[in-house]
């Protein structure tokens, strides 16, 4: 028909600009980490403010992403992408102009709401525009996106901080935001459910309240050692305090299902909605619970730069580019369940080679293998989550859905952080010990117990990321002669990176496990037939207005 030929090219011009302005916020996910190092010796940040750098982004993202997938619902999702993306431009321009750590903490809080804004809003979009037939791809592209980002981020990240200086980390955002905003509003529909929508404060304000506390309780509860914050509060009391708002949420929102709640219950109704948001939890959890260690170990045990170390991972993101155009195609053809159970297991058994080959003197391409092997299973993941999840949704209820799976993940990877985190510092606390204290036998009575010490104190402190890790050495007392700093180096590499193996090859065994449950639950795909609501069906195809 002629009249379609106009609106599906503007589908696919606005797939570009959406997919074009997702992806540079989700990249700020994992950019900013491989900077900490020089921002903490431009800025003179102590450690606490470094980590609240990196974490105040993902707590603001985290926390009003169901809220502004709501306003999407009411004011429209193309006019809140655009002004979404407009905050986070400015805030990254004030970011890469920050004079101190103070300045670029508001700057990333502000990228953080920015991109909150227009997460949610390319899911209503794009249900409005595309046909049902090709909806399943489409949205598997934001799928993918999210996996691109976090595995890239570090490598470009790498290479703007080796050759321009952090700064550019955030500059970099700016002409790219600028002409995604003037693209939104020129070629992205304004799509609407074609009623009026009421806003919900009560609901905001307590899932709001809830989330902070429980997204602020899980990224800094390491810093504090799981204990007290200040005074009579404490980590726990915080969770505690989060998991009750939440609860009130709860009543509240099942007292107001007639009358519009922030969310409606109806989306928890689809079985395969539910059941996807399960998915996704998973592997945000997995994700971060991969590349979380597996950073550090490149740079701090195999000594690799930043770059290096995002190429060696490179691999993987350009398998899953090729297998999710394969996956693309098949699942217009085959139950999405056939591409995703297979995915979810082939991405846990890539984990699981990577997580068996590592040892202190792997070489980089050692992983390749279990790198291919992880890409392929989540290029075949992104299609057929998605387009399960979203094949029974009303467009009335895509903004809210939009905000649910969109936090469900985002949760995923706060709780992988926090849980791979800290599992992986405390075993490395011990492991440190353990094998500073074999390895000192072959050292000079004299530098023994500094030796043993230094690292007992390194494990206490924490660790960080850098090519090798010798710091424990710098505690023994000074005139030491050549040849047995030395040795005291080379020692202290064999023991952080014999630890850290130690450490990691079974932490990384919670990931894997996590991805194995999700393809297990996905068995029920199977079980009844894929039957879209009538009152989905009937409501999809909107119009742009």
């Keep these: 028909m002629p009249a379609a030929t106009p609106r599906r090219a503007n589908a696919w011009l606005a797939l570009v600009v959406l997919a074009l302005g997702t992806f540079v916020t ?163 529909p304004d799509v609407r459910p074609g009623r009026r929508h009421r806003f919900d404060l009560l609901g905001v304000v307590l899932a709001s309240a809830g989330l902070l ?62 059941l996807m948001c399960g998915v996704l939890l998973a592997m945000g959890f997995a994700i971060v619970g991969l590349f979380l260690p597996l950073t550090i170990y490149f740079q701090s045990v195999l000594g690799l730069s930043a770059l290096d170390a995002g190429l060696t991972v490179a691999p993987q993101p350009l398998a899953m580019i090729v297998s999710s155009a394969v996956a693309s195609t098949l699942v217009q053809r085959v139950r999405p369940a056939l591409i995703l159970v297979p995915g979810l297991l082939l991405l846990a058994a890539g984990m699981g080679i990577v997580d068996w080959t590592a040892q202190p003197g792997s070489g980089r391409w050692t992983f390749l293998p279990g790198l291919v092997v992880g890409g392929i ?37 706060v709780i992988g952080s926090a849980v791979i985190g800290a599992l992986l510092q405390n075993r490395l606390a011990t492991s440190l010990h353990d094998e500073a204290a074999a390895r000192s036998a072959g050292l000079p009575p004299q530098v023994r117990a500094p030796f043993v010490d230094g690292f007992s104190h390194a494990a206490r402190g924490g660790f960080e990321v850098g ?28 023991v952080f990176a014999s630890a850290f193996v130690g450490a990691m090859r079974p932490t990384l065994v919670l990931p894997v496990a996590a991805l194995v449950i999700a393809g297990l639950g996905c068995l029920a795909l199977l079980r009844g037939g894929p039957a879209v609501h009538a009152d989905a069906a009937a409501g999809l195809d909107v119009d742009a207005a």
């Design 467 to 494: 090519a090798g890790q010798s710091g424990a050495a710098s505690a023994l007392p000074p005139g030491v002669p050549a040849d047995l700093a030395r040795q005291l180096a080379d020692t202290a590499h064999e």
């Design 26 to 188: 989700l990249l700020d996910l994992t950019i900013v980490n491989v900077a900490l190092p020089r921002i903490s010796l431009d800025l003179h940040a102590p450690l606490d403010q470094l980590l609240l750098v990196l974490n105040v982004y993902s707590l603001v993202y985290a926390v009003l992403l169901i809220t502004f997938g709501r306003l999407g619902d009411i004011l429209g999702p193309r006019n809140l992408f655009a002004a979404g993306l407009a905050v986070f431009t400015l805030a990254s321009a004030a970011s890469g102009l920050a004079q101190d750590t103070n300045q670029l903490i508001a700057g990333r809080a502000l990228q953080g709401l920015g991109a909150a804004i227009l997460a949610p809003q390319g899911l209503p979009i794009l249900l409005g525009t595309f046909p049902r037939e090709r909806r399943g791809p489409v949205f598997a592209i934001f799928g993918i996106l999210a996996g691109v980002a976090v595995i890239t981020g570090p490598t470009l990240g790498g290479w703007l901080v080796t050759n321009w200086g952090w700064r550019w980390i955030f500059f970099v955002n700016v002409p790219v935001g600028l002409a995604v905003v003037a693209a939104s509003l020129a070629l992205v």
């Design 213 to 274: 506390a429980v997204v602020w309780g899980l990224t800094e509860g390491q810093r504090y050692d799981w204990g007290v914050v200040a005074g009579p509060v404490s980590i726990p009391l915080v969770l505690a305090a989060g998991a009750v708002l939440l609860a009130a949420f709860g009543v509240t929102q099942a007292r107001r299902q007639d009358r519009e709640p922030l969310l409606p219950f109806a989306v928890f109704r689809d079985r395969d909605f539910t």
């Design 377 to 413: 299973g989540m290029g075949c993941i992104w299609t057929p989550l998605f387009s399960v999840a979203t094949r029974n949704l009303r467009s009335d209820l895509a903004g809210v859905g939009a905000g649910v799976l969109d936090t469900i993940q985002e949760l995923g990877t």
